[in-house]
């Protein structure tokens, strides 16, 4: 057997050759022509965007924000995990589950909530064990997982005291929504800065009263939809309003699901609750006298009196989301219908509701539907003369068959209109034209997640913080007083519209709400 | 097997050349298209897990430390598997390596009756799918070996008995 190579040898090497050199060919052709696909896409909209990285000070050299909360039950309590805040029961409990299920992450996430240079000086709940459980998790700055040595947070048993206390800079609100309006206003005259949980108000009337404490007063307030935190809808905005990717927009479909007992606001109500640990005189202090109800205390979204139904709950988070993208304002006219169709309870809200808000300037419709006892996942859809946007955490944009702005590139084979042309993932730092099959099939189907790559994307610590930057720089946050008064104002027109059963109208001059 | 190979037919020796060239094109592609794009991540793959382990498949896409590490191993051994089934180099390691990733994505979405995938199938399977054929393909591959006959292997002279008996009865 001999080592040399002979030509017969070098032929049976070479022969593969044609086949690799193929197949590199093949590759780069295949490449060119998405990228020229691409490249014609990016001809018409201009894809690039820098609103993904935001220059924030440093909270490690910035002062520290000394906080109380006010309203420390499941929203509370979420807020604070979200800010890196837990008691350590909590904390063991969220560990648990997390072994137990390897899909949840919550406490691998807790974990690794960086530090907002912050401290909680106070905690205000009307329940006891919230109130006692709240004053731990706020001490627990260290997310340590036993009690000792934690010196409990101060209670204050009545809000205004709270509020007032001189070590507080800024409240967080997550009451139920009947107290809002009292709490900001009291917050704005006495200088302090506000996060508050939609909606912002229960009444129409209180929201004018909030706008105008609240301007007057100069402080930070920051309305608590942290969706805007998501970067497709801060990319949306860019190419729906700025690059027109969709041409004119003139219909919006907007829906929310739900078909479990938490969707329709039947939250459970503790064991240990009664007369003895509830202050319900203060729970009633903000709204119309009741008799003691365990059911209205903790499953208050079912009344008028406390909550403000699917408008102020649901079409809230769908309004903000097209306010943001679009800059809609308030709507020209709201007619909206419903019914208690489902739920045998004492509730007065619906569970099934649709709103249209009309928007006659802009010359389009947002179409609003809910249902609670159906869990249907129906994609948020912009519609424009020559695209539509499926919208979530992601979104698809396709192109329309009879687009005009589009109607070359559809004639040269360059765009597909079957299939979405542009798509964005959550976590990507681009829109991208040339995805894969799959990926785009996800974005599609909004099946996509609020963390990728094991990077959490918790919209409510983000929008805490975006606060607390702009509060510390003086600047005003994303959900600001106008923002918030614009949602307030929607919501209890169509909540107004489907109480009156009549068709309602915003007067642009005197800024009232009209039969 | 070496007596084997010394019955084995030019038009035989080709269907096997043929098949290990074919895969490799397979291969390599979903690579270098991979490459190509810099989004694609294993990750909603993954995620969409189901059959005996999704648990371990679900929880290398949300660690970030594997996800890291998969989405190039993953980009890279397709192309490096491909290229070596087609230039006949180092084949025997390269089928064993396709085998085991295509053990792995199979695994990770075996079509069992009652396993629904988000990313819809574009054929009908039951137990097996394209991932098991091209496992079994590869094995083919793999206990009748062709790179002594076409490609580097042969080139470089790497003859064993095994060839040499092949060449012999050519």
Known sequence: ??????????????????????????????????????????????????????????????????????????????????????????????????????????????????????????????????????????????????????TPVKRYPNCKDLIAAEDIDGVIIATPDHWHASMIIEAAKKGKHVYAEKCMTRTLEEAYKVKNAVEASGITFQLGHQNRQFDSYNLA????????????????????????????WIYPIPENAGRHNIDWEQFIAATEPADFSLERFFRWRLWWDYGTGLAGDMLTHEYDCINQVLNVGIPDSVQASGGIYHFRDDREVPDVFNALLEYREKKLTLMYSASLANGKYRPRTLMGTDATMELSNGFTVTIDTHSQKYGDQIEQGLI??????????????????????????????????TY?????????????????????????????????????????????????GKKVFFDRDSEKVVL | MKSESQHQSLIQITALILLRWIIG????????????????????YLLDSKGWFPGFFINMATNPFTLAILDPFIKWSLVLIGLSLIIGFLTRYASIGAMGMLLFFWLSHPPF????????????????DKNSVEFFALLVILVFPTEHIIGIQAMLGQRDTQSEEVENVQ
């Open chain 1, 1 to 150: 057997m001999s080592n040399k190579i002979t030509r017969r040898d070098l032929l049976k090497g070479l022969a593969t050759f044609p086949v690799a050199g193929s197949l590199l060919v093949g590759s780069l052709q295949k490449e060119k022509y998405y990228r020229e696909k691409a490249n014609s896409l990016s001809r018409i909209i201009d894809l690039n965007f820098s609103g993904f990285n935001h220059p924030l000070p440093d909270e490690k050299t910035s002062k520290k924000i000394r906080l109380g909360i006010i309203g420390c039950g499941l929203r509370g309590s979420m807020i604070m995990n979200s800010i890196g805040f837990a008691s350590p029961d909590e904390i063991l409990d969220i560990r648990e589950a997390s072994m137990k299920d390897k899909n949840d992450k919550r406490y691998e996430f807790f974990m690794n909530t960086e530090r907002l240079n912050i401290e909680f000086k106070g905690v205000c709940d009307l329940f006891d064990p919230y109130a006692e459980r709240a004053m731990i998790a706020a001490a627990n700055s260290d997310k340590r997982h036993i009690k000792s040595n934690l």
């Open chain 1, 237 to 264: 905005r860019d190419l729906v309003t700025n690059k027109e990717i969709l041409g004119r927009v003139n219909l919006i479909q907007c829906n929310t699901n739900r078909n479990t007992e938490q969707g329709a």
């Open chain 1, 416 to 449: 597909d209109t079957e299939h979405p042309a542009y798509s964005y993932s959550p976590g990507s730092e681009k829109v991208d034209t040339i995805t894969s099959a799959s990926t785009k099939y996800f974005a599609q189907r909004g099946l996509i997640y």
């Open chain 1, 452 to 500: 990728r790559q094991g990077k959490a994307l918790d919209t409510t610590y983000l929008h805490v913080k975006e606060w607390l930057d702009a509060l510390r720089t003086h600047n005003q946050p994303s959900c600001n007083i106008h923002r918030g008064f614009e949602e307030a104002v929607t919501a209890h027109m169509a909540t107004r519209s489907y109480r009156e």
């Open chain 2, 25 to 44: 094109w397979h291969f390599a592609y979903e690579g270098i298209a991979k490459l190509f794009d810099s989004n694609w991540s294993a990750y909603f």
């Open chain 2, 113 to 128: 009756i009652g396993m629904e995938y988000a990313l819809p199938a574009e054929g009908h399977y039951l137990v097996f």
